[in-house]
């Protein structure tokens, strides 16, 4: 079978072919960023908003970018089409970019770094790691690991240094290795997911985390305004464990998934039906606004393949 | 000329060909550890340690690797061996380890990684991005971005994202691009330049910010030893700049340079002459320990070449 | 067979009939302070600094108490005696104070309370709680609830306000229903359990959260002075869980089970063998200063009785 | 004279006689919630809003409770109506309800607690303790003791863990036995009285602690929707004592006496006239919907009774 | 030439005869608030708004000051009045109010101040200190050094207290003379200039950091209204650098200059054209309102004046 | 009678006639820094100390100052000499230098001040104000304004910047005007007086708070190591109320009256006999070392003078 390409500094090569040296400053010190979108019924939605983000990125860490928007555009587009036919039934595919400072002799200054690395490959969406909590909602845990303060690297950038969520998420697995973690801030309010935002309904209100501790996730601001569209009030703020404790309903929220129901906080469960009233009525805005069924394609994914043997 | 090797999973490989997928976990999330030693006269200095503390990374981040510390040191000493020859006049060498949560589809769990990516490789010491401050003494600049506090990511841990070290020097580069940045903690604290421990002489004390903001220097424990060993009382706790305006010496310490004299904070002077006569008393025994006249090899390079031609 | 007694504001009555009115203001605020003692070979252990420790935290809330310090120890000693012989064997029985700010109609002024509530009883030290722990270590978890700050509550006094422990518990115990939690402060210091100090060991030396994010434990104290006595350096301060990650050995210690090996942090093994030299070595040290083998002890409470069928 | 009744798991029990267990959890720990309501004209109001808000703090400490709120409520109105007959003129009811943990045996697990204390109870408004204030305004004091942080134990949930705001008290009162306090948050902010929420206008606004830091009063949110209704703009944020010292009044609120003006912060005089204009047309509302005139009602206990001596 | 007049303590005299006490607490102890006005084309701009901002930071200080406000606003005008002839072409005058404690033997208790010092002076605006950025665009610099939280001074209050100001100016301007600082507040939110506000454009929307860190600046207030009166959405926050680097325009607001554009951040340019579109629209208004183009204004005074040899 | 002098930049002018401009940076800024010393026995103590903190300040501050440390001790004893005579019986001088940024015109940059302002002056050490407190011991009371984190201005700096001070202590002496203000940092531990550091006696240790929230006294300095000569172990570190509040002494330390008793915190009572053992210790070895019985010599004002009418 002919092989995903990948795109790599202005070449397109097959995916096992997709290396860079271990004298990148990617590889070495984490300085780079990166951005993901994917695809609805093989369609890239909001791929120019994701572009921006990841410019933006690379604009608060000075990037040594010189593709512009528009070429990466063109880049990405590129690197989808031929992968697009090599899709199973009921998939579709993650778009994913990474720019990096690029190779530079080790300890030589940040100043010296004149031409970054590009990279743009994509991946089916990992329906099988999601599906089964689309109906029966995830467990989410808060683990004692504090979010990165703002201003130390701001969460709102996507930079590709993730251990401290990882370190989050390595401690809430250890208990359940199924389990979602939800990243408190430094000061105890609700955060983020290592990779998605957070949502939950109280008295009717929809209410999520104020921006300044998290990713400004495209998925997240899509909902707001699918939740404004329905007449439902968006609260966005400083949060605790007691408002999910004491909430009808919660859900995450990502590219890869979308909306993803949610049915306990640290084993207490939240709310009663899962996908509650209002996470459904989203869900189903979503749908519509992507031409896609997502539960559906999700569940289709539960009969089509086996269940890995867990190791 | 023959290439320089490098150790990658297992085999020996020139350094051009010493390449790592593009969807290696280190790339993507900057999920690594890495470390960093040198040679003195082209003996290995401190190796255990270096590989000890390499070790305590991993474990702090669950690294899946099977190598024993043993291991990792015969493979050290077989990256060295071929490289060595490698080296011109009054050259030493850099060691560099770094360990990756491997080759993992992405979004998958971080627990789905059974096999950490392992990479050892060396390099000259780059003496003529420094030598010049041995004796004129560095300018160190106190930038506006602050540590990362350990409650999210422990200093002590060398994690292969640095992002916030580097916003710290493009913000002090920006200014002077030949100044040192030292970083402050979130209370305000000293804490430690992007690549090495901070340390000043008030009273006639050495004193050096106390290990929970910072790595935990090989070096840095080296000079405490030494200077006590000189008689100096050495104190480590919570510095402010106020200790360094009024200190009467300052310098940076780190595997590469070992002891650079610092000159100025922010501008303002720090002691009179440099190095000051406790520094000059710690180079000294730094030379007899290592066996090396640090300055006089890091002077060489001043003569020996000319200097690039700055873009 | 006969009741245990329990001493109430001055009178010692049956444990069935030792009540106190819902109006009292223990009942309505928490507005009490508190202490445990226990006994080993049925004598007390250290009973002055335990009654010196309740003043203490009478003094910090202004406890209106009338009986002095020596009252107190004999009332105890009143309530033991009688109690002592109701024992079976191998048991011992741990003691407890708690003192109120007395019976007040509501919503009156915290001024105007002249009459301490005094409650003196015992029980037998629940062995079987602990037990299994002994020799397998007990497994540790780091809630994200933190430790409530000193300038808030401090935690040196022992105030009957312990819903911030309770919730780290209930957090802890949802996802393993066995672990013990391991508080952190608001700086992700390591702090306490909800009962207990907690040691650890690492490079040989013996090192403990300092005295002011956590319960001033008079265990503890005498831990720290049975290590010196082994020629083992002990260290207070700033710690956090990389320390504990990198540890060779750590153990919980409190009045009930004296010293509880630690096997596990967040899941990640701690140390090897269970448990480690140094604690072993504490734990004959701390035997052979009460006069009882506190692990045989513990363990003949496993054999004699059938474990109860968990709910 | 004839007792009250006080409701006592599943007992209605003449007061003298509503007493629990010295080794019911709530008294050993503090393990309880609780809520606060009153009566107007005799007529429970919003009797609903409070039960609920009991129950939120039973959700967020997984208090075992059995009762429904519906049967909480039912319960609540039979110790209501034995009790009424028993107040004297221009006297009102206080309704308070206490659920704890249950007996336990202590040092048991939080985990085998599953049956909870539940007492409902009355006693008469003590108007006597307020009522001077409501035409002289109070004096407020800030304490030096800060409030608990919602990292630790969340402000919103009424927990019967008051350590915190009665340091704060016996600060206060210490130097002026008749102040109120007004405790800040660990920030500075203004956060609450130890029983009432705080409410001051400036520039015409109507503005209050927001919600992350203080009870979510009734009363509280009851003033809001009032202000509201007469046309003034309400902000709920984060204030300091610059914004009391210059604005133009200022008054607590609480379930208790509803609306108390404030007339002086450390000493400092706060507006001119007391109660200010905003304030007196917000308790002429109140007065109206509760169809009590609550100044009226306070200053006539002053009448009726001599004061208590003062020891 | 005629020397401008002084107001100081009930009188007018001459600039040169405008001395105080070194006893004056004012200089011993910079126990002083001020505030600080201008004129356009010579009319005082919003002076009963300055006076009043005076005297909230007298009772927010408590300055034993018996002038009415009426009083302070009619000695002003008495000021003005004679300087005003000595303005040169194009000039216009800064009002300089300085309330302090008044002279009092040293050590004497706070409360033994019954006189305030009260000094109103006029000079001429500083046009060359800033003209030439009004059209290239300021360079703004984050110190090191955070901005005093609100629980220890609060920034609203002009108080005479400026070294924490000072310290982030000398930080800055010791890497770049001509450099504006912007200080962080102890979390790292953006907070203001040693002596402006910042505003930026983000998004189509006007930016400013929320009123409870920074001074709130009359000129802030006056472009917030301009802003929404030209229908631009302004948004109070708490905003980071990552904010600013993302940005399209921004610019500094003052008494002083009114409103000055911004090129940089920290090196990296901010937006394209300097000043961009919206602040140029607000630029616009101002003149409009002021009814002085403030812009020519400045400019005017590089053409009439050589610039002074820099020492 | 003759007037004192006061040396005022480079000339010895009399007391009425030391006047500073109001254009001095020091009265429109507080920019400026002071220091303090005294004589006893009519001899300066410890007087290069004070200078040399003095010169720190300056140093910290970039103060332009011109004078050597040697011409201004020179300069200071030239003030001492003809002020001398002018002391009463049992009297002695106070030693106060104040170093301002000089006059500049205001608005200009802080780099363009090249000449500090200089002032020495002495007055009678006011006894009178706290010789009654030297028996009975002081009232401490702890506000609820915190001290200025060293991140902000460092507190070991004498900065004429005392308004965070000021605050404190109107709020203190609302309340009780005769109270000393004991301040606490952010975090709650204790910092020190507006003028003076903090000591208490604990389990027979000297604790004092550590020196990085405090200004680092010279009486302090020399306390420790009177302390030590007299065998105590002396303690610097992180202490909150409950120290105080389980202490068995206290007293307030600064250069005006040396040593004085405390006899409350918070009303509430500290240890039993003012002065306590150690503090009656220690005042004997301060009386030994500056050659005069402080407490005598204090009492001394209050046989002497009748106590001035009370506003």
Redesign the interface.
């Known amino acids: 079978m002919r092989e995903r390409v990948?795109y790599?500094n202005g070449r397109l090569v097959p995916?096992s072919q997709?290396?860079?040296?271990?004298?990148?400053r990617?590889?070495?010190?984490?300085?780079?960023v990166?951005d993901a979108a994917r695809t609805f019924n093989h369609r890239p939605f909001k791929l120019r908003e994701h572009i921006e983000r990841l410019y933006?990125s690379c604009?608060?860490?000075?990037m040594p970018i010189r593709l512009t928007p528009d070429a990466m555009e063109k880049h990405t587009l590129e690197v989808i089409e031929p992968n697009m036919p090599l899709l199973g039934p009921n998939d579709d595919d993650?778009i994913?970019w990474?720019v990096?400072r690029g190779v530079n002799?080790?300890?030589?200054?940040?100043?010296?770094c004149?031409e970054a690395t590009v990279?743009i490959?994509t991946?089916p969406v990992?329906f099988r790691?999601f599906a089964k909590w689309m109906t029966r909602g995830a467990r989410v845990?808060?683990?004692?690991?504090?979010?990165?303060?703002?201003?130390?690297?701001?969460p709102?950038?996507k930079?590709?240094?993730?251990?401290?969520h990882?370190?989050a998420?390595?401690?809430v697995?250890?208990?359940?290795?199924e389990?979602y973690s939800l990243m408190?801030d430094?000061?105890?309010?609700l955060a983020e997911n290592s990779?998605a935002n957070f949502f939950f309904v109280r008295q009717g209100q929809l209410c999520t985390p104020a921006a300044?501790n998290i990713l400004e996730g495209i998925t997240r601001a899509t909902i707001v305004e699918l939740a404004r569209s329905l007449g439902t009030p968006v609260v966005e703020g400083?949060f605790?464990?007691?408002d999910v404790?004491?909430a009808e309903e919660a859900f995450l929220a990502t590219t890869?998934y979308s909306i993803l129901p949610v049915a306990q906080l640290?084993?207490?469960p939240v709310g009663g039906k899962r996908p509650g009233p209002l996470t459904r009525r989203l869900i189903e805005a979503w749908n519509a606004l992507v031409g896609v069924d997502i539960v559906a394609q999700a569940l289709s994914h539960l009969e089509l393949e086996p269940l890995a043997v867990k190791?």
Chains 1, 2, 3, 4, 5, 6 share one sequence.
């Open positions: 990948v790599l995916e997709a290396v860079i040296s271990v004298f990148d990617g590889v070495q010190w984490g300085d780079a990166y933006r604009r608060y860490t000075r993650m994913w990474t990096t002799p080790l300890t030589r200054s940040v100043l010296d004149h990279i490959c991946f990992p790691a845990v808060t683990p004692s690991v504090r979010r990165t303060p703002p201003q130390c690297l701001d709102r950038a930079v590709s240094n993730k251990m401290n990882i370190l998420d390595l401690e697995k250890a208990a359940d290795p389990a408190l430094i000061h105890g309010n990779g300044h400083d605790t464990v007691y404790y004491t890869t640290n084993g207490a190791r």
